[in-house]
């Protein structure tokens, strides 16, 4: 009992750590999944980052779309990314994290311009912001916001007529 | 011209690698770099500290003296104090101690068995311990252990490698984050200290058992200490990991009393010297003894 | 009234821009909820999206896109061209969001 009492701190750690690990490494894997299958379905909505559209399209209607996501990251990544940040190098934790929380946000956009019938989305610029702090204010939780948002457009006349239609 | 979203390669972005490989890398680089930095500089900052003369330390501990001194003695505990402070005296001479050292012995009438050197000299005897042994050379040899620790002025580097690895690890978990990975830094930091003290401890046991022989001849009584240290600490019954203790088990102790005496051809007995009357008169501890929490820079 | 045309490329397809009214802004500073950010610091063990913190962001998105809006109404423009967002953390756990653009008049 005096060893549990003497140690609490680090068996804390030790639990959060395999709690975070496998929890964490269950949702990113779920989450991969859904960003696939999703990026597969709504693959027909085009993005560019051209300030103008394409010159064989005559769009007729315009209309900003926007895409967001607050993603944070599990206590182990957390933890391995304070130990990358005492020696250095590529926090590869952390990368897994980001391109999660920027490809969820570009199919968030691609989403809204879905709903709202459009199937071009030119001009797309990527926000991101980091919100961070636990609830006691005293940690620092990496955590940030990812918003994707474009000049979705529908075009009235296109020589790829098939391709611009919306799915 | 050609409209169309290619798919590029998504693994392009994040590594591809078993996140626990990482942390294996890095647990591993992050505490071994930590063990030598703080191995290295905790004995380079030691060394200085030693190196500093000892009026230094003794104007450092100027405090320390009086927070130690009791408030009102009885007549009691100062003969009691008196004749430790003699039995100091008797020691410093055979030890060889330099002649700007001065030894202080503080008296404690408290039950804690426990005795310890600190900065600037000062010795704390606690009733607790000396009660419980028997004669004078038991009491010498806690007494020449603390003296010893002054003269190898182990309270200054254990001060200066503190002082230095505190800096050290509040540099390095700033540098970590206040995350739980700034917490595992922080404890490995603590763990060289302890196994630093270690070596002091021998060091110290093996200058006593010089000073012993020298004064009496012999060195009877030592391994009675550790026999009491032994009995007051259960047996050893506590969750003691030999690594973690800040001092050698006292069975090892006794070992290596044995052993280091032999190798010189010491008599482990001979005639014991009685107690002398101040501290004989000091009323008998409690039969079942309170066992407390040792302060950190204790040194039995 | 006219509904308002916001689109952050700089020509709107099958208009033509009349005059060029100047910059206008809306922003807002937002913190998280008491209540949600407690289940966000539990979720943080397990890490994943904060679909609490995604609401609240959109919400400030939208509150900041409507009052750059209103922004541009009171001087007339019946658009907003080459529309940006920005977003800053001000202290833990709260946020500014600005969206700024060029008001316009088109027909």
């Not at chain 1, 993603?71 to 926090?91: M, T």
């Amino acid at each position: 009992m005096d060893l549990i009492l003497d140690y609490f701190e680090l068996l804390l750690t030790l639990i959060l750590l395999a709690v975070g690990f496998f929890a964490g490494r269950y949702v990113e894997k779920r989450h991969y999944i859904s960003i696939r299958q999703r990026e597969k379905q709504f693959r027909k909505i085009l993005t560019f980052s051209a300030r103008y559209p394409p010159n064989m399209v005559e769009p007729q209607d315009s209309r900003l779309v926007c895409g967001t996501v607050v993603i944070s990251s599990d206590y182990f990544k957390q933890f391995v990314a304070g130990l990358r940040n005492f020696i250095g190098g590529r926090f590869r934790s952390y990368e897994s994290l980001f391109d999660r929380a920027r490809r969820e946000a570009i199919l968030r956009m691609k989403m809204d311009a879905h709903k709202n019938g459009f199937a071009l989305i030119i001009n797309v610029k990527f926000v991101t912001t980091s919100i961070g702090g636990g609830t006691t204010g005293q940690q620092g939780m990496p955590c940030f916001e990812v918003c994707a948002y474009g000049t979705a457009l529908r075009p009235e006349k296109t020589r790829f007529p098939d391709k611009l239609n919306p799915i | 011209m050609e409209l169309e979203n290619r798919e590029p390669d998504e693994t392009v972005n994040y590594t591809i690698e078993h996140p626990l490989k990482e942390f294996a890398w890095l647990m591993g680089g992050v505490l071994g770099l930590i063990l030598v930095m703080s191995v290295l500089l905790g004995w380079f900052a030691g060394s200085v500290a030693a190196w500093l003369p000892f009026r230094y330390e003794r104007e450092v501990a100027d405090g320390v003296a009086a927070k130690l001194r009791a408030a009102k003695p009885t007549p009691a505990q100062l003969a009691a104090e008196k004749e430790l402070t003699g039995l100091a005296g008797r020691l410093s001479a055979v030890m060889d101690l330099p002649a700007d050292m001065q030894v202080t012995v503080h008296f404690s009438d408290d039950d804690t068995i426990n005795a310890f050197a600190t900065l600037g000299g000062n010795i704390v005897m606690f009733r607790g311990l000396t009660g419980r042994l028997k004669d004078e050379n038991s009491v010498a040899m806690v007494l020449a252990h603390e003296i010893a620790h002054i003269k190898l002025r182990h309270p200054a580097r254990a001060l200066g490698r503190g002082v230095a690895v505190g800096i050290m690890l509040s540099v390095i978990s700033s540098n970590v984050g206040r995350s739980a990975a700034g917490n595992v830094v922080g404890n490995v930091g603590t763990l060289t200290l302890l196994t630093y003290s270690r070596e002091q401890e021998r060091d110290a046991d093996r200058e006593a058992l010089a000073a012993l022989h020298r004064l009496y001849g012999h060195v009877g009584g030592a391994q009675d200490l550790f026999q009491v240290l032994s009995t007051a600490s259960g047996g050893e019954s506590r969750l003691q990991v030999a690594a973690l203790a800040t001092h050698p088990l006292t069975t090892d102790r006794i070992a290596a009393v044995a052993s280091f005496a032999e190798a010189r051809g010491w008599p482990l007995s001979g005639d014991r010297t009685p107690m002398g009357s101040g501290l004989a008169a000091m009323p008998a501890v409690p039969a079942v003894p309170a066992v407390q929490a040792m302060p950190a820079s204790s040194t039995k | 009234m006219s509904s308002m045309l916001v689109s952050n490329i700089e020509v709107v397809p099958g208009k033509r821009v009349k005059s060029h009214l100047g910059l206008v802004q809306g922003s807002t500073v937002r913190a998280k909820h008491a209540g949600k950010d407690l289940l966000a610091g539990l979720k943080n063990i397990v890490g994943g999206e904060l679909k609490a913190y995604t609401e609240l962001m959109q919400e400030a998105r939208e509150e900041a896109t409507e009052r750059m809006i209103e922004q541009a109404r009171s001087i007339g423009a019946n658009g907003v061209l080459n529309v940006r967002y920005a977003t800053t953390a001000v202290t833990v756990g709260a946020a500014e969001i600005l969206a700024y653009g060029t008001a316009v008049i088109l027909e």
